[in-house]
């Protein structure tokens, strides 16, 4: 197992540097990034080589990706237009996003699995098609609009909730946002954790663990539920990079400044230093919480352990 | 039992969402007694006077700071603010005396030395700053930010502090109006704290304007309040503001139709339609300096053939401004007849005459002048605007559309979308522009020179089309030489005509201010500039 991780661990260096060069040279394709910042004017020459100089846009690609990684190294994601440092926006805009993903996380894992087993185990009846349904429609809408209507209805019709989230988004703010974030990866895991329930169901060890005379909870959660949950372990751990990279769409409708939005706002100016220190960050999470994911695995199944 | 634990688990984690969703919304809208929220949009720049040249750190800077001149919230006119008085015989040496008793926030005298070094630092290279041109007109700005290379001397030799209260100012060229300009927030004064601690004047600006910051998380929000102890005469008449950064204007207009927010200066164009149904006369759209073009790239030789100038007045006549204007902006821009803006009024050079009938709808007339002229370079025009911000691409279609049907011609204009706006400046300045491109001039100072010398003086400042005429320069010339405001004004009118007839560029529309407000406050209005005037709104 240790010698699996140390692996894995391994293989992740050669991924992180693949991604942050082609990062890099996508940000830089776009173009000069510095006239932007005049406005709708020219920047004087001089103003602008110096601008240049300190951003470092003066030296070849290759040498700044080559100072940008080794000042990555000792902790210097660089500096913003603005004028703030990247690891001071990234300080600001990780923890709201990780809360997001959290509470949109926590609403899969309850919802999705509960509603899956549950359909899982009623395959058929009218319960389990109405579910299917209703996933159908989740899928089937995209998330601005269900955002939109949801703050609309929620937060301006009814006034259950406020339609922005304040600066400090706290957990109770992010719950409408979430379950938004969450509502089509929700309706995936659900359908996932009710075929494989259904499917495990009919199974030998099933039949064998019933003939026992188990008691039939602890069929399901002990036998049933830790097979059915391969799958479906792989969707949330993938999910969880998608979910803090993808959250662009909801953190814009809700107004979450988070990673989406620094995100935007790093392309949209054309902010190498932020666009390239954000996506590290973000490559760094995914592969983290694909490694996660596998080891998981191997612990809910012995034999992947030792292949 | 281990089943049971999880099912539990479980269902806490259900209770717990639950209970939180209800204590979730039990807050109630608005700020602090007295203050008034607005939204805002994060600034480019950081935030200091000679740095800003965007609206949203304008406005900050607006409530923080007072200059030598301000102008007045509802004409635009320049007037006196800290300067008692600013003296000239030639109208190239100012002499500025500064009015006794003003003090930034921190207690520290506002004195002639306070303006001095502000200038000095916004002029120096070293600093960076991006509005460091509006000082070029000091003497002494070529030593200290040269185009190429670096600064020979520290300070402009054209400023000179004669005592507390008085400094004279020696400009390269005659130019009458230029007191006039110094309302412009680059002119600020600074106090000695910003040199001595840059960054933590960074992290909470000081200023001496009728508000102080309370707390700034940038990028997300700045509480200001008022500064019981102004001196100045337009103190605020509210506790305060809070300004909120939206990442989406339609969040802002929600918020504001949800109660949450009161103030909300850029109505966004989507919701144009319904703005009048949700907000009623709370719902205003005054006119502001700011005036939409289309440029031409004269570096191309195509576009600065002789005859050429036939066809962009018959690109013009093909424009129908009034349906793109009612359709497109629901009425809250108004078709462009010259190249200011309404807010000059007519004696400060504005004229909805100017442009005659090349500003008029016309498609007969188009095809034929266009066909005069020798046709469109290369067939099709091709109208580059950048997609990620205001509507471009809706207005850019309706123009083209237009364009089509005046001339018969299916094929005969699309529009080339650019990414983001950055890209799209890059791409303006490496002079990469294959056709007509979107150009949007919001004034700096209500003076019909700012409309005209920066966008169409031989390589100014944003003359981004290279265009370039010697009997327009003169005349610009001959106008800042003049002592006298109005006949400097006929001059720039003069000037104006020489872009009229060659079509330097096509006037679009004016763009209006609009803003939006909430029941919970009163007095409200925009500025010239289309900020909101913060220190007048009451709350009910």
């Known amino acids: 197992?240790?010698?699996?991780?140390?692996?894995?661990?391994?293989?992740?260096?050669?991924?992180?540097?693949?991604?942050?060069?082609?990062?890099?040279?996508?940000?830089?394709?776009?173009?000069?990034?510095?006239?932007?910042?005049?406005?709708?004017?020219?920047?004087?020459?001089?103003?602008?080589?110096?601008?240049?100089?300190?951003?470092?846009?003066?030296?070849?690609?290759?040498?700044?990706?080559?100072?940008?990684?080794?000042?990555?190294?000792?902790?210097?994601?660089?500096?913003?237009?603005?004028?703030?440092?990247?690891?001071?926006?990234?300080?600001?805009?990780?923890?709201?996003?990780?809360?997001?993903?959290?509470?949109?996380?926590?609403?899969?894992?309850?919802?999705?699995?509960?509603?899956?087993?549950?359909?899982?185990?009623?395959?058929?009846?009218?319960?389990?098609?109405?579910?299917?349904?209703?996933?159908?429609?989740?899928?089937?809408?995209?998330?601005?609009?269900?955002?939109?209507?949801?703050?609309?209805?929620?937060?301006?019709?009814?006034?259950?909730?406020?339609?922005?989230?304040?600066?400090?988004?706290?957990?109770?703010?992010?719950?409408?946002?979430?379950?938004?974030?969450?509502?089509?990866?929700?309706?995936?895991?659900?359908?996932?954790?009710?075929?494989?329930?259904?499917?495990?169901?009919?199974?030998?060890?099933?039949?064998?663990?019933?003939?026992?005379?188990?008691?039939?909870?602890?069929?399901?959660?002990?036998?049933?539920?830790?097979?059915?949950?391969?799958?479906?372990?792989?969707?949330?751990?993938?999910?969880?990079?998608?979910l803090m990279g993808g959250a662009i769409v909801t953190e814009r409708i809700f107004n979450i400044h988070g990673v989406g939005y620094q995100l935007y706002q790093g392309i949209l100016r054309q902010s190498s230093q932020t666009v390239v220190g954000f996506v590290t960050v973000l490559v760094l999470v995914f592969l983290l919480a694909n490694l996660l994911v596998d080891i998981l695995y191997a612990v809910l199944d012995p034999r992947i352990r030792y292949a | 039992m281990r089943g049971a634990t999880r099912a539990t688990w479980m269902a806490c984690a259900l209770a717990v969402a639950l209970a939180a969703t209800a204590c979730g919304g039990g807050d109630s809208g608005g700020g602090a007694a007295g203050v008034v929220s607005s939204s805002w949009g994060d600034p480019h720049n950081p935030l200091e006077p000679s740095n800003t040249n965007e609206v949203q750190g304008g406005k900050v800077l607006d409530m923080l700071f007072r200059g030598l001149k301000r102008y007045d919230p509802k004409t635009g006119e320049a007037k006196d603010m800290l300067a008692e008085k600013i003296d000239t015989a030639d109208s190239r040496s100012f002499t500025v005396t500064i009015k006794d008793g003003w003090t930034f926030s921190n207690g520290e005298k506002v004195t002639a030395k306070s303006f001095v070094d502000a200038w000095n630092y916004g002029a120096h290279l070293k600093n960076n700053q991006r509005n460091a041109y509006f000082f070029g007109y000091i003497e002494g700005y070529d030593k200290v930010h040269p185009e190429k290379g670096e600064a020979t001397a520290e300070t402009l030799s054209g400023l000179r502090v004669k005592d507390q209260r008085t400094f004279t100012v020696k400009l390269t060229q005659k130019f009458s109006t230029w007191p006039e300009t110094l309302g412009y927030a680059a002119f600020a004064p600074l106090p000695r704290a910003f040199f001595d601690d840059h960054d933590a004047w960074l992290a909470k600006p000081v200023g001496n304007g009728p508000y102080t910051v309370d707390s700034y998380v940038k990028g997300s929000r700045m509480s200001m309040r008022k500064w019981e102890r102004y001196p100045g005469p337009d103190k605020a008449r509210n506790g305060g503001v809070d300004l909120t950064v939206y990442t989406d204007n339609n969040t802002a207009y929600t918020d504001l139709t949800a109660g949450?927010?009161?103030?909300?200066?850029?109505?966004?164009?989507?919701?144009?339609?319904?703005?009048?149904?949700?907000?009623?006369?709370?719902?205003?759209?005054?006119?502001?300096?700011?005036?939409?073009?289309?440029?031409?790239?004269?570096?191309?030789?195509?576009?600065?053939?002789?005859?050429?100038?036939?066809?962009?007045?018959?690109?013009?006549?093909?424009?129908?401004?009034?349906?793109?204007?009612?359709?497109?902006?629901?009425?809250?821009?108004?078709?462009?007849?010259?190249?200011?803006?309404?807010?000059?009024?007519?004696?400060?050079?504005?004229?909805?005459?100017?442009?005659?009938?090349?500003?008029?709808?016309?498609?007969?007339?188009?095809?034929?002048?266009?066909?005069?002229?020798?046709?469109?370079?290369?067939?099709?025009?091709?109208?580059?605007?950048?997609?990620?911000?205001?509507?471009?691409?809706?207005?850019?279609?309706?123009?083209?559309?237009?364009?089509?049907?005046?001339?018969?011609?299916?094929?005969?204009?699309?529009?080339?979308?650019?990414?983001?706006?950055?890209?799209?400046?890059?791409?303006?300045?490496?002079?990469?522009?294959?056709?007509?491109?979107?150009?949007?001039?919001?004034?700096?100072?209500?003076?019909?020179?700012?409309?005209?010398?920066?966008?169409?003086?031989?390589?100014?400042?944003?003359?981004?089309?290279?265009?370039s005429s010697e009997k327009f320069d003169k005349l610009v010339d001959e106008a800042n030489a003049e002592s006298d405001p109005a006949k400097a004004v006929g001059k720039f009118r003069e000037a104006e005509k020489v872009v009229r007839d060659e079509m330097a560029a096509i006037p679009l529309w004016y763009q209006n201010g609009s803003a939006g407000y909430s029941d919970r406050i009163s007095n409200v209005a925009l500025n010239p500039f289309s900020v909101p005037v913060y220190n007048e709104i009451t709350v009910n």
Not at chain 1, 16 to 36: K, R, S
Not at chain 2, 374 to 392: C, K, Q, V, W
């Open chain 1, 1 to 242: 197992m240790g010698r699996y991780v140390i692996r894995r661990l391994l293989q992740m260096i050669p991924v992180f540097f693949g991604a942050t060069l082609l990062i890099f040279l996508m940000v830089n394709v776009m173009g000069d990034p510095i006239a932007g910042l005049c406005g709708d004017r020219e920047c004087d020459p001089a103003t602008a080589a110096r601008l240049r100089a300190e951003f470092g846009l003066d030296e070849p690609v290759w040498q700044q990706y080559l100072t940008y990684m080794g000042n990555v190294f000792t902790g210097d994601f660089g500096t913003a237009f603005n004028g703030q440092k990247v690891t001071e926006l990234m300080g600001t805009a990780f923890p709201v996003t990780i809360r997001l993903t959290l509470v949109a996380v926590v609403f899969e894992v309850v919802i999705g699995i509960s509603l899956g087993v549950l359909t899982g185990l009623r395959r058929g009846r009218p319960a389990d098609t109405g579910v299917l349904l209703m996933t159908l429609v989740v899928i089937s809408i995209p998330t601005f609009v269900t955002g939109l209507l949801l703050q609309l209805l929620l937060g301006v019709k009814w006034g259950i909730i406020k339609p922005a989230v304040s600066s400090d988004a706290t957990v109770d703010e992010l719950l409408v946002p979430g379950l938004v974030l969450a509502s089509v990866s929700l309706a995936y895991i659900t359908r996932l954790t009710r075929t494989s329930v259904a499917e495990n169901s009919r199974a030998d060890y099933v039949r064998t663990a019933v003939a026992k005379g188990l008691p039939r909870r602890r069929v399901v959660s002990r036998h049933l539920l830790r097979n059915s949950l391969i799958p479906v372990v792989t969707f949330i751990g993938t999910d969880v990079g998608a």
């Open chain 2, 260 to 467: 949450n927010l009161d103030l909300l200066d850029d109505v966004p164009a989507s919701q144009l339609k319904n703005v009048r149904a949700d907000l009623g006369d709370r719902y205003i759209n005054t006119p502001a300096g700011i005036v939409q073009t289309l440029a031409f790239p004269y570096y191309d030789e195509r576009w600065n053939a002789d005859g050429m100038e036939k066809v962009r007045t018959g690109l013009s006549m093909a424009i129908n401004r009034q349906q793109i204007t009612d359709t497109i902006f629901q009425k809250t821009r108004t078709p462009a007849h010259d190249w200011t803006s309404p807010v000059l009024r007519q004696e400060g050079g504005f004229d909805d005459t100017l442009c005659g009938k090349a500003c008029d709808f016309d498609p007969a007339r188009a095809k034929k002048l266009v066909a005069e002229g020798g046709g469109i370079p290369g067939g099709t025009l091709r109208i580059t605007f950048n997609a990620d911000t205001g509507s471009h691409r809706e207005w850019v279609d309706a123009v083209c559309n237009s364009i089509n049907n005046a001339l018969g011609n299916d094929r005969a204009c699309t529009g080339a979308p650019v990414g983001t706006f950055a890209d799209y400046r890059s791409q303006i300045v490496d002079r990469k522009m294959a056709g007509p491109f979107r150009a949007g001039w919001q004034m700096d100072y209500p003076l019909i020179q700012n409309f005209l010398q920066p966008l169409y003086y031989t390589n100014a400042s944003s003359n981004d089309g290279k265009w």
